[in-house]
Nanobody, 123 residues
């Protein structure tokens, strides 16, 4: 399984950005897809997740109310939409796929990881 992330870039504070992540290979066992981010010198932080069954979602506290995640199960692709961006949202964003149950929020609940995409929010 390969995960490919797209959509990072530079945006001004208050702006919006949409990322995407597509799973390819043999993604049939992936039941949830999530996003994490990591800023320099900080631990990797949970951002959002989408469970394909029932389209259930979960968000990290720091992004709740500003970010939304949607997806296209037929394309094995998820689309996090980031609104009202702040400089503290600056980080490398990683997408991940989980074969486990529930709506995973922890790093170790994910089995597959894509390469990161840089998001920079200027003040």
């Amino acid at each position: 399984v390969q995960l490919q992330a797209y959509g990072g870039g530079l945006v001004q504070a208050g702006g919006s950005l949409r990322l995407s992540c597509a799973a390819s290979g043999r993604p049939f066992g992936i039941y949830a897809m999530g996003w994490f981010r990591q800023a320099p010198g900080k631990e990797r932080e949970f951002v959002a997740a989408l469970k394909w069954s029932g389209s259930r979602t979960s968000y990290g506290d720091s992004v709740k109310g500003r970010f939304t995640i949607s997806g296209d199960n037929a394309k094995n692709t998820v689309y996090p939409r980031m609104n009202s961006l702040k400089p503290e949202d600056t980080a490398v964003y990683f997408c991940a796929g989980s074969t486990g149950g529930g709506i995973p929020r922890g790093i170790y609940e994910y089995d597959y990881w894509g390469q990161g995409t840089q998001v920079t929010v200027s003040s």
